[in-house]
C-alpha cells in the first residue's frame, strides 16, 4: 500500500511522525494515522484421496502458475465464508471448511501484506471445472506438486501434510 500524500479525511497535507514505535503518515490538522494493516484473504487445501485440488491462476499476481483456491475477504463474511465463496467461484466445488490449518503472511508488492486463513475443506459437490480467476483447475498427487509462487502456500500444504 503506497503512503497517502494528502489526508483522506481533511485533504490537509500528510507528515511522518515515530507512532506506536514505526513510522507513520499522519494528518497534523484532523489526527488521522495512516496504518497499514494487512489485507485478510481465505484459502482452501481441498483434497481428493490422497490428492490436492490446485487453480492457475489467470491474473497477477502468479499469473499462468498453480496455487491453492484463494481470494480476499468481503465484508460481512468470515474466512470460513470467503474459503467456500473462493472455491466454488474457482473449481465449480461446493466446499465445507473443516480445519483451519493455519494463519499465514503473504507479503505483496501491490498489496502490502495479505493474512490468509488457509483451511482444509471436504467436497460437498459441483463438478471440478476452471471458472473466475482461475485458467485451469486440476487434481495433483501430493508427491508431484508443480512449482507453487506463493510461500504461504508452499508452507501450508507442508502444514497440511504433517497433520493429516
Same mark, same amino acid.
Given at each position: 500500500?503506497?503512503?497517502?500524500?494528502?489526508?483522506?479525511f481533511?485533504s490537509?497535507?500528510?507528515?511522518r511522525?515515530? !507512532?506506536?514505535?514505526?513510522?507513520?503518515?499522519?494528518?497534523?490538522?484532523?489526527?488521522? !494515522?495512516?496504518?497499514?494493516?494487512?489485507i485478510?484473504?481465505?484459502?482452501?487445501?481441498?483434497t481428493?484421496?490422497?490428492?490436492?485440488i490446485?487453480v492457475?491462476?489467470?491474473?497477477?499476481p502468479?499469473?499462468?502458475?498453480?496455487?491453492?483456491?484463494?481470494?480476499f475477504?468481503e465484508?460481512g463474511?468470515t474466512?470460513?465464508?470467503?474459503?467456500e465463496?473462493?472455491?466454488?467461484?474457482?473449481?465449480?466445488?461446493?466446499?465445507?471448511?473443516?480445519k483451519?490449518?493455519?494463519?499465514?503472511?503473504?507479503?505483496?508488492?501491490?498489496?502490502?501484506?495479505?493474512?490468509?486463513?488457509?483451511?482444509w475443506?471436504?467436497i460437498?459437490?459441483?463438478r471440478?471445472?476452471?471458472?473466475?480467476?482461475a485458467q485451469?483447475?486440476? !487434481?495433483?498427487?501430493?508427491?508431484?506438486?508443480?512449482?507453487?509462487?506463493?510461500?504461504?502456500?508452499?508452507?501450508a500444504i507442508?502444514?497440511?501434510?504433517? !497433520?493429516?
Amino acid at each position: 500500500m503506497a503512503d497517502f500524500k494528502f489526508c483522506p479525511f481533511c485533504s490537509n497535507e500528510m507528515s511522518r511522525s515515530k !507512532i506506536g514505535g514505526s513510522y507513520r503518515r499522519c494528518c497534523r490538522r484532523c489526527g488521522y !494515522i495512516q496504518y497499514k494493516n494487512p489485507i485478510p484473504a481465505s484459502a482452501a487445501i481441498v483434497t481428493v484421496e490422497n490428492r490436492i485440488i490446485l487453480v492457475k491462476r489467470k491474473f497477477k499476481p502468479g499469473k499462468g502458475r498453480w496455487a491453492l483456491p484463494s481470494g480476499f475477504m468481503e465484508s460481512g463474511e468470515t474466512p470460513e465464508e470467503t474459503c467456500e465463496r473462493e472455491v466454488s467461484e474457482e473449481t465449480g466445488l461446493s466446499v465445507e471448511p473443516k480445519k483451519l490449518i493455519g494463519l499465514y503472511r503473504q507479503p505483496s508488492k501491490f498489496y502490502g501484506d495479505v493474512l490468509v486463513a488457509v483451511f482444509w475443506a471436504k467436497i460437498k459437490g459441483g463438478r471440478l471445472r476452471a471458472g473466475d480467476d482461475a485458467q485451469e483447475a486440476e !487434481i495433483f498427487h501430493f508427491d508431484n506438486l508443480p512449482v507453487i509462487p506463493f510461500d504461504c502456500n508452499r508452507r501450508a500444504i507442508e502444514d497440511f501434510l504433517k !497433520i493429516r
